[in-house]
């Protein structure tokens, strides 16, 4: 484990690995994203500032569990606004990117699977809302459909990596999804809430207007 130390957090190895796979994948989204209206720049420019709001909203936990998992102030919200912008492979990109962020911020691995599972795929789902980004109420849409993604792979980490968690006499899956279910349906309740108020999601469409044209 040359990139992990004995707690489960990353050596220097470890963080500048993560940080040139960020870097990597921030030129690749720049790639797809140019190729579609030719404008990358711009497009690379919006995604790093959603990014970047995210990585400071997920700092700012209005709860956190105790082994794990907190509801956060909409730091979802924003990974979830790339894909809706411009579409799911740039969604899903920047998802991966941001779940590398995360592991840098705050890494907890116990092997190599676990990590793959709980930081790229876990967050890289929430680029699931650019199936949606051209549907009727495509945030929305797509935004329960990034959590729900999201969910399911918080929920296989659970029952494969910390089952032994669970309560006595206890399933592990029954487990894992009450728990992981608590904060992510408590923020994705409150992300819900918020873009249903008229003015926010009017803001939410002109965003998008000027991210994409």
């Known amino acids: ?47 790093s500032m959603a990014l970047a709001l995210a990585v400071v909203c997920s700092q700012i936990k209005l709860f956190r569990l105790p082994t794990g998992g907190s509801i956060t102030l909409f730091s979802m919200l924003f990974v979830v606004l790339i894909g809706y912008w411009y579409g799911p492979v740039v969604g899903l990109l920047a998802g991966v990117t941001y779940g590398l962020l995360r592991l840098i911020l705050g890494p ?25 980004s051209d549907k009727k109420n495509g945030l929305l849409i797509g935004y329960i459909a990034a959590v729900l993604g999201r969910f399911f792979f918080a929920v296989l980490s659970g029952v494969i990596f910390f089952g032994m968690y669970a309560p006595e006499g206890m399933n592990p899956l029954l487990y894992s999804i009450s728990y992981n279910g608590f904060y992510l349906c408590a923020e994705g309740l409150l992300t819900l809430i918020l873009l249903a108020v008229p003015a926010v999601r009017k803001a939410m469409m002109s965003v998008k207007l000027q991210a994409t044209t």
């Open 1 to 47: 484990m040359f990139f992990v130390t004995q707690d489960g957090g990353l050596t220097a190895a470890g963080y500048t690995l993560v940080a040139v796979a960020v870097f990597l994948l921030l030129i690749v989204i720049s790639v797809f994203a140019g190729g579609r209206k030719k404008i990358g720049a711009k497009q690379l420019a919006y995604c």
């Open 108 to 132: 907890y691995i116990v092997s190599l699977p676990q990590m793959l599972v709980d930081y790229p795929l876990a967050f890289g789902a929430l680029g699931i809302s650019g199936f949606f």
